[in-house]
């Protein structure tokens, strides 16, 4: 990847998330993931939509890895000793509810930028969570998507060098999603109960963009740091995106009814998570 480990990592200070104490908090944070891992179904759209051989390898081989952190989840949940339950709808709509028109759009948003700020939400759980399994499982996952999230960053490059015109599009679109992540940031801060690691999601979120605009600069779609860029630079790189990209090549909403719509009523998940063992806090 183009950021290390160490330059990805938060420093929550000493924060822990406690199993036991913090249970329904957990529960929730991942039935969000669970739900993530399951739009891994669209992997079979870009894998269609492959532009080469080692694209359509690289998303054949992406989408066994979510399926197996769909089962992740669900043990993490049996672990937790809750059952599986429907995600945020705002989480719904930003990972379903639309998508990209075209591969370039794809492997920077949603893999080098989207699944990116993914990479940094696990990190964040295994380095707070006081839970050895828990942490072991999600532990091997990651490791998995730092390779989606490294196929993104150089297949971004790849489009970039191939057509420099495409730059500016994909910097309006990254402005906007970083903007998004933003605006939930400064959303949160008035609204978070007292926690140790809760109250700290805010300087993270705003952590996790400044990560994202390195990443932007290392891929080369932002040519300079985001404070040294005017505002008729940001207009422009926005105004072309939905001039170009969003009106002629409208983001396709999904029809209903498929995978992400209907898994917890999966026989494979439905009834999950009850009956597991006491949990074992490690400190
Ligand atoms: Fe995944
Ligand atoms: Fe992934």
């Not at 199993?19 to 944070?29: C, G, S």
């Not at 730059?167 to 801060?189: P, Y």
């Not at 630079?233 to 990209?245: D, P, Q, W």
């Not at 029809?255 to 009834?271: F, M, Q």
Request: charged share 25%.
């Amino acid at each position: 990847m183009l950021l290390s480990r160490e330059e990805m990592t938060f420093d929550f200070a000493g924060a822990r998330l406690e199993p036991e104490r913090d249970r329904k908090l957990l529960a929730w944070v991942m039935n969000q993931f669970l739900y993530g891992e399951v739009t891994g179904i669209q992997c079979g759209h870009w894998l269609y939509q492959a532009p080469d051989l080692e694209a359509a390898r690289f998303f054949s081989r992406q989408a066994v890895e979510e399926f197996q952190h769909v089962e992740n989840f669900i043990r993490i949940l049996e672990l937790l000793g809750e059952e599986p339950a429907p995600a945020h709808r705002l989480v719904r709509f930003l990972s379903t509810g639309m998508m990209p028109a075209t591969f370039e759009e794809h492997v920077c948003l949603e893999m080098a930028l989207g699944e990116g700020f993914v990479l940094m939400a696990l990190y964040g759980v295994i380095d707070t969570i006081a839970h050895e399994e828990i942490r072991a499982i999600l532990g091997r996952a990651v490791k998995q998507e730092e390779r989606h999230v490294e196929f993104g960053e150089q297949r971004t490059m790849q489009a970039i060098r191939g057509r420099p015109a495409l730059r500016r599009r994909l910097l309006g679109l990254s402005l906007v999603s970083m903007w998004a992540v933003r605006r939930l940031g400064a959303f949160m801060r008035s609204r978070l109960p007292r926690h140790e690691v809760l109250s700290q999601l805010p300087a993270f979120l705003q952590f996790s963009v400044d990560c994202a605009e390195k990443r932007l600069l290392r891929m080369g779609v932002l040519t300079k740091p985001l404070a040294d860029l005017g505002a008729l630079e940001k207009g422009l790189a926005i105004a072309e995106t939905y001039g170009t990209s969003v009106l002629t090549a409208p983001l396709r909403l999904l029809p209903k009814k498929r995978l992400t719509e209907t898994y917890l009523r999966d026989p494979s998940i439905a009834g999950q998570g009850r009956g597991s063992p006491p949990l074992r806090a490690v400190r």
